[in-house]
């Protein structure tokens, strides 16, 4: 596609996908032709919702839900909440010798360092992780199941029931956590958000900051342990290297695959017309390989120049958890190569790599000296 034809319609999908790196930012940064989509987002997550709107309402929502993620909390929250829960779970493996990374170390980091981030500090392991996959399942559901739109119905009904018990606390005093921001951050003095207003975007938050930042730290390790010289690298200073390798996992393997979006006009992009309030899926994951951007782009390369990824999306709605999940990942890789040593590949069982429009490691067994 890239090649042939980077801008067209794909029935699978019902959308215009736009392949290169060129025509991908052309498209995300004009947001006043290429707005946000709101069937599906509202659909699956509740209106309103930071990603389906656009103006001041959405200004005001992302400035809210961004507050524990602006690079200062990032920083204070590094070595507070990012480290200990790494820590944590490298040491529960530390002794075995081996483990499946996806599974016992890259999942449970997300769901529980940026969960506490979020406000779910007193939600077990296992209710996120449930949340997340129902939720999830339906949002990247294409085939209208019935099974994924009531498991996403309920994950959305638990989280309503989880907010309306904790509100009364959340009204009393605020917190540095997502929900308490949401529900308070510049609203003005004396009124709060509703569960109706903030609902929706938990939904968004729930999706790409639980699971999300999983995906790219086991992607950026899968690419690390099947490359001789980058694990060599990691393994003799894991200080260096670790945040390197996070950048280049993220554009080797774009954990969204895409973001959608829908025009608001008629337009012409790399040559095609497009009739306005058309789908749009601009293909993060496609445009990370753009091979005229990218040299040897499959090849996950610790010395590739920093040409732009664009797994965090564009312009107005560029993710607001960038910093965090880089952080996370950061700390996770430090962690793993400082305390297990010769760590690599399991030779007895294969890596899975599953999904396209959320894409990311999935089974990633891995094994050390002990
Ligand atoms: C590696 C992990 C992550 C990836 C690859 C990712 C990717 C994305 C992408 C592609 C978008 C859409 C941007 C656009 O349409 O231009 C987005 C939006 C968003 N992300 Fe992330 N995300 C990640 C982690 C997180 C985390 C940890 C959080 C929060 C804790 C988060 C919260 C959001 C929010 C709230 C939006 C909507 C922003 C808006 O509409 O203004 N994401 N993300």
Redesign the pocket.
């Given at each position: 596609m890239r090649r042939g034809s980077p801008v067209a319609w794909v029935p699978a999908i019902g959308r215009v996908f736009v392949a290169t790196w060129n025509l991908c930012h052309e498209a995300?940064r004009d947001w006043r032709t290429y707005g946000p989509t709101s069937e599906l987002f509202n659909r699956v997550y509740g209106d309103p919702n930071?990603?389906s709107i656009d103006g001041p309402e959405?200004r005001a929502l992302?400035d809210a839900?961004r507050q524990p993620?602006t690079p200062d909390a990032v920083g204070r929250h590094r070595e507070t909440v990012l480290r200990p829960v790494a820590v944590r779970l490298v040491e529960a493996i530390r002794e075995r010798g081996r483990a499946d990374a996806a599974v016992e170390l890259c999942e449970p980091i997300s769901q529980r360092a940026?969960g506490d981030?979020?406000g779910f500090a007193d939600v077990e392991d296992a209710v996120l992780g449930r949340w997340l996959h129902d939720y999830g399942a339906y949002m990247v559901d294409l085939t209208g199941s019935d099974e994924a739109a009531r498991r996403g119905r309920e994950a959305k009904a638990e989280v309503r029931g989880y907010l309306e018990e904790r509100l009364p606390a959340l009204l009393a005093a605020r917190e540095d956590t997502?929900i308490s921001h949401l529900l308070h951050h510049g609203t003005g003095t004396g009124r709060s958000r509703s569960i109706d207003e903030v609902i929706g975007?938990m939904g968004?938050?729930i999706v790409?900051?639980l699971q999300?930042?999983a995906?790219?730290a086991a992607n950026a390790l899968l690419g690390i342990l099947s490359t001789p010289v980058a694990r060599e690298r990691l393994i003799a200073d894991p200080d260096t290297w670790a945040a390197v390798a996070m950048e280049e996992g993220?554009r080797w393997i774009?954990?969204?695959g895409m973001?959608e979006?829908r025009t608001t006009r008629e337009t012409v992009l790399g040559g095609v017309a497009i009739a306005a309030g058309t789908e749009i899926a601009l293909g993060?994951g496609s445009a990370n390989h753009d091979e005229t951007r990218f040299a040897d782009a499959a090849r996950f390369d610790l010395d590739r120049p920093r040409l732009g990824l664009v797994?965090?999306?564009?312009?107005?709605?560029?993710?607001?958890?960038?910093v965090?999940?880089r952080a996370l990942g950061t700390v996770l890789l430090e962690e793993l190569f400082r305390r297990l040593p010769g760590l690599r590949l399991d030779p007895d069982a294969a890596p899975v790599v599953e999904g396209w429009h959320v894409r990311g490691a999935t089974r990633l067994p891995i094994t050390w000296d002990t």
């Open positions: 995300g930071v990603m959405h992302r839900v993620f940026i981030l979020l997502a975007t968004v938050i790409g900051g999300e930042p995906h790219a993220l774009a954990p969204f973001t979006k993060l797994s965090f999306g564009f312009g107005t709605h560029f993710c607001i958890g960038n965090v999940a």
